[in-house]
C-alpha cells in the first residue's frame, strides 16, 4: 500500500482510502496506519476518513479528539461534506 501512498493521484480516492481503512481495521494499532495516511495526505479530504479517525477515538473514549476530527475533517473541506455534518449530528 505504501508503493502507491507517494502518488499524488491515489491520495484522494476513495477506493485507495478504503483499503488503508480495512489495514487501520485489522489491525492492533490503527493510530499507526492513520498516522501513515497522514504522512502521506491518503483521503484528507475525503470525510470517509475523517469518520473513520473519529469513530476509533470514539471507541477508545477520546470524545475530545473524536471532536477534534470532525473538525479538521470540516475544515479541510471533506467530501462529501453531509457524511461528516451527519457522523458529528450523531455523536452530539
Same mark, same amino acid.
Given at each position: 500500500?505504501?508503493t502507491?501512498?507517494?502518488?499524488a493521484?491515489y491520495r ?5 482510502a478504503?483499503?488503508?481503512l480495512?489495514?487501520a481495521? !485489522?489491525?492492533?494499532d490503527? =493510530?499507526?496506519?492513520?498516522? #501513515?495516511?497522514a %504522512?502521506? $495526505?491518503?483521503?484528507?479530504s475525503l @470525510?470517509l ?15 475530545a479528539d473524536?471532536? !477534534?476530527?470532525?473538525?479538521? =475533517?470540516?475544515?479541510k473541506? #471533506?467530501a462529501? %461534506?453531509? $457524511?461528516?455534518?451527519?457522523?458529528? @449530528?450523531?455523536?452530539?
Open positions: 500500500v505504501e502507491f501512498a507517494a502518488d493521484k484522494n480516492d476513495e477506493r485507495f478504503r483499503v488503508w480495512a489495514l481495521a !485489522a489491525s492492533p490503527p =493510530g499507526a496506519v492513520f498516522d #501513515a495516511m %504522512r502521506h $495526505r491518503v483521503g484528507e @470525510a476518513v475523517w469518520v473513520a479517525r473519529a469513530f476509533v477515538a470514539e471507541k477508545a473514549k477520546k470524545f473524536a471532536d !477534534a476530527l470532525f473538525a479538521r =475533517g470540516l475544515e473541506g #471533506a462529501p %461534506r453531509e $457524511r461528516g455534518e451527519a457522523a458529528r @449530528a450523531l455523536r452530539a
